[in-house]
């Protein structure tokens, strides 16, 4: 009898139960050994398992099937995780519905379990792109990283920019790891097998179908941490990512646009909905105290204004490029007078604030 | 001896104690009478004024200024408020720091009290002027007073949306309401005084300095229930009406854009910082339980969307326009099949869902 993974990679391997037993299957019948012995009758009992389906678990050859798409993917150079085996990503491992087999090509390493995805339109403008390509620059530089799906436009930029400032991506796809699509991508797998991984939960040979993108997605979002969408019209494959995201428990983000822009519609309406406006990898970090303390403390703030303290700040922003005569700056400034001058002459010393002939100021 | 008025009037053609008698000489000394006869001793120990300016109290002859003014602003058709009229704004009167004189060219409207500001940069962008005409258009259509301050760029787009919206707008000026500017802005001022008001604290003459501008800004957020910005840079005295506008209480809204555009450094950080996102009028409305009565139902939302329950609406979005298979989707959705199955059905019958051959769905 061949091994319960062999099995379970072998039941994968029928595109229309891959759904069905990530879900309900496996918890009836304990295992993939279970499924493959389970009577037609009690198959077509679970929800999305009709006659025709169970008909077909009932006639695999398991242990052949199994056998055959490991010894195609070792010559691929891919490895399959199973659900338990103890490289599965742990993160991944507690969405509601894991994908039972994950396909490999790369490594992942532990910082990759921290990773944040970069997800958006496929139609992406030159905004889109641009963001994109400096946010995966951004987020693998400060050693995080980008996650996203490969796809034309908003992933591509996030996958490349990763690459370009000398980090980690990780890819999921919607097809077999041998059917890499987009076609034009290929060079770029390449690039992300080399410093990341391309991970998809369809068996060789499948195909890119509509269906597999949101179940592609789910596994992005199962996979990170955060989740920033950088482009995105209001019903898009993008905004069904970050509702999974909300109900796996991931923080969601996303990068505010001119609202005459349709394919900035959803990220504006994300951010409506309390998703964190993300103006850089900065804005991300932030919001998860351990990685916060990967981000180069230079980048915090223009040097000038790192060492100012919030009335300072205040009081700086008050002033403006026009010159103010004191007796305003104090008069639209919360504090006493007194405080006021205090403040103004510190920022003097400072070098942000020049006083001109009769108690004017300005910002120098 | 003159009316209290007149003496009011007559120390706020004072160009250096405008700023200091609407805050401490009036309460320190009670009225314009009791400021104009305290010795200049007195005077002097207040914050703001020195000998000079003390000197210029005591020499004024404020019966004879006052009275001089008031002729000028009649023959200009201009009414001149004090704090104690009964025509003087309710809610700027509640500000910190209201200001005692305010001119007055066209009326105020008692609708005028729920108006919104709608302001930002000077140096504004195509789409920032594109933004605030259509928003000045909504708001105005919508029956909201639009306030602004007549500037170059965004204030001025405001205002002409507003007249082209067929609705009332109001600009606070930073000079004498005889001293238009910017000139450009001539015929436009001339609609705002017709389909509105002009307002300003500063007296017949004064010219547009800087120093004005920020006090202006008070009076714009002072006068309106919330402020809009549209588009602002992060050092800006658009970002430096905002904070004024949160001390004064007032809910403050902010157009999101392009993080790559510097015009809208200042408005994506309010965001960040908590001001509401505005994608239109309807967001700022919204936020007003009585001024949301007066948007127009149809505007709602999409026709076909309108009716949809919560869970219809969610199930819609999940399904994107790619076909899908019924088990997929009772897969990616959160309720049980049948639940999902039967929002199917009904989404079918609305027509926004269209069934093919093999219990596959798409979009409509």
Same mark, same amino acid.
């Given at each position: ?13 029928? $595109? ?8 309900? /299957? ?21 929800? @999305? ?5 169970? @008909? ?9 099937? @199994? ?28 969405? *509601?519905?894991?994908?039972? =087999? ?46 996203? %799906? ?10 490349? %920019?990763?690459?370009? @400032?000398?980090?980690?991506? =990780?890819? =999921? ?34 195909? *890119?179908?509509?269906?597999?993108? $949101?179940?592609?997605?789910? =596994? ?37 646009? *001119? ?21 850089? /990898? ?13 981000? *180069? ?68």
């Amino acid at each position: 009898m061949a091994n319960e993974r062999t099995l379970t990679i072998a039941l994968n391997t029928l $595109p229309r139960l891959r759904a069905a037993i990530a879900g309900e /299957a496996f918890e009836r019948f304990g295992s993939a050994a279970g499924i493959l012995a389970a009577p037609a009758g009690e198959l077509t009992a679970l929800r @999305g398992i009709g006659p025709i389906l169970a @008909g077909a678990v009932r006639g695999l050859d398991a242990e052949r099937a @199994g056998e055959e798409e490991e010894r195609r993917a070792r010559a691929l150079g891919i490895t399959i995780l199973t659900f338990d085996d103890q490289d599965y990503p742990e993160r991944l491992r507690l969405i *509601p519905d894991p994908p039972r =087999v994950l396909y490999r090509l790369g490594v992942l390493l532990p910082p990759d379990g921290d990773g944040i995805a970069v997800i958006g339109a496929r139609a992406a403008t030159a905004y889109g792109r641009t963001v994109a390509e400096r946010l995966g620059r951004e987020l693998a530089a400060a050693g995080i990283t980008v996650i996203s %799906g490969l796809a034309r436009g908003i992933d591509g930029c996030a996958h490349r %920019g990763a690459l370009a @400032g000398g980090g980690r991506t =990780v890819a =999921v796809l919607g097809s077999g790891l041998d059917r890499m699509y987009p076609p034009e991508h290929a060079r770029l797998a390449a690039g992300i097998a080399a410093q990341g991984a391309l991970l998809s939960e369809f068996p060789l040979g499948a195909e *890119p179908e509509p269906w597999h993108f $949101p179940l592609r997605n789910r =596994v992005i979002s199962g996979l990170a941490r955060g989740v920033v969408v950088v482009e995105a019209a209001v019903r898009s494959g993008a905004l069904g990512t970050a509702d999974m995201a909300l109900e796996q428990g991931r923080e969601v983000f996303a990068i505010p646009g *001119p609202i005459t822009a349709p394919t900035s519609a959803g990220t504006n309406r994300l951010i409506r909905q309390g998703a964190g406006l993300v103006e850089g /990898a900065r804005d991300i970090l932030e919001s998860f105290p351990d990685l916060a303390a990967r981000l *180069p403390a230079a980048e915090a703030e223009p040097a000038a204004l790192a060492g100012l303290s919030d009335p300072e700040r205040r009081l700086l922003c008050a002033i403006g490029s026009a010159p103010l005569p004191i007796d305003d700056i104090i008069r639209v400034s919360p504090g006493p007078a007194a405080a006021t001058a205090a403040l103004l002459t510190a920022l003097e010393l400072k070098g942000l604030v020049r006083q001109h002939p009769g108690k004017i100021f300005a910002r120098a």
